[in-house]
C-alpha cells in the first residue's frame, strides 16, 4: 500500500491565481481531512469528509472547497490564493470513527503564495 | 486560548538525558493520540490513549493518560538523536468525527 498520497510536493502562486492540491489513499478508509499548517502552530482541520459524496466543514474553511466523487480521492480546492493561504497542507485518512483509529497522514504539500 | 496546550513548545537535551512533554485538554478526553513530525515530513503515529489512567509504551518512549486532570505525558528515556523532530498531541474531546492538535513541542537532542 502507498498509503495517503499528495501532490504537488510544493507550489508557489501567485495572488488570485487557483488550483487543486490532490490526495489519493489506497486503504479503502472511509475519513478523510485536509488540514494546514502554520509555523509554530498545530493543525487546523479545514474540511474533512465521512464517505464519499459527504463533505463537511472543519475549523478553518473559508477560501476553500472539497469535493469526495470517491472513496479513495478528497481534493482540496484554492479559488482565489491569499498570502495567508501561505502554509503546509496535509491529508490524511482513518478507517472509522470510534475513537479507536489513528488518522493516516500524507507527506505535505508547502504552498506558497506570492 | 488554546482548547490543547503543549508544553515545553521546544526542548533541547543531551543525548542519553530524560524527558517529558505535556499535552493539556480543556475539554473532556475521550481518546489521545501522540504523533512525530520530522522537519519537512509528514506525521507519524506514535500511541493512542483512550481510558484514564492507561500507559503505553514502544521501545523508549512511554504515554500516559490523565483523564481527572485532561492531561497526557509522553517520556522518553535515554534521549537520542533519533528522537529528535517535533511531537504534537491530538485530541478527541467529543467534537465527532475529528481531532483537535496541539501546537506541538520541538525536541532537538545534542550529541
Redesign the interface.
Known amino acids: 500500500n502507498a498509503g495517503v498520497t499528495q501532490t504537488p510536493k510544493f507550489r508557489i502562486l501567485k495572488i488570485g491565481q487557483s488550483m487543486t492540491l490532490q490526495c489519493t489513499q489506497d486503504m479503502n478508509h472511509n475519513y478523510m481531512y485536509w488540514y494546514r499548517q502554520d509555523p509554530g502552530m498545530g493543525l487546523k482541520l479545514i474540511y474533512y469528509s465521512v464517505g464519499a459524496g459527504i463533505t463537511d466543514k472543519g475549523e478553518v474553511p473559508n477560501g476553500y472547497n472539497v469535493s469526495r466523487s470517491t472513496t479513495e480521492d478528497f481534493p482540496l480546492r484554492l479559488e482565489l490564493a491569499a498570502p495567508s493561504q501561505t502554509s503546509v497542507y496535509f491529508c490524511a485518512s482513518s478507517p472509522s470513527w470510534d475513537g479507536a483509529y489513528e488518522q493516516y497522514f500524507g507527506p505535505g504539500t508547502r504552498l506558497t503564495v506570492t | 486560548s ?1 482548547e ?1 496546550e ?1 508544553s515545553p ?1 521546544s526542548l533541547i537535551v543531551q543525548e542519553g538525558k530524560n524527558l517529558t512533554i505535556n499535552c493539556t485538554s480543556s475539554k473532556t478526553l ?2 489521545l ?1 501522540w ?1 512525530k513530525q520530522k522537519y ?6 506514535l500511541m ?1 490513549l ?1 481510558k484514564g489512567g492507561e500507559e503505553k509504551s514502544h521501545e523508549k518512549i512511554t504515554a500516559k493518560l490523565d483523564e481527572k486532570k485532561q492531561q497526557s505525558s509522553l517520556h522518553i528515556t535515554a534521549s537520542q538523536p533519533s528522537h529528535a523532530g517535533i511531537y ?1 498531541c ?1 485530541a ?1 474531546t467529543g467534537g ?9 513541542t520541538q525536541l532537538k537532542v545534542e550529541l
Not at chain 2, 96 to 104: E, I, P, R, V
Open positions: 488554546q490543547l503543549q513548545q475521550y481518546g493520540y504523533y519537512g515530513e509528514g506525521l507519524i503515529f493512542m483512550q504534537l491530538g478527541d465527532g468525527n475529528k481531532l483537535t492538535f496541539g501546537t506541538g
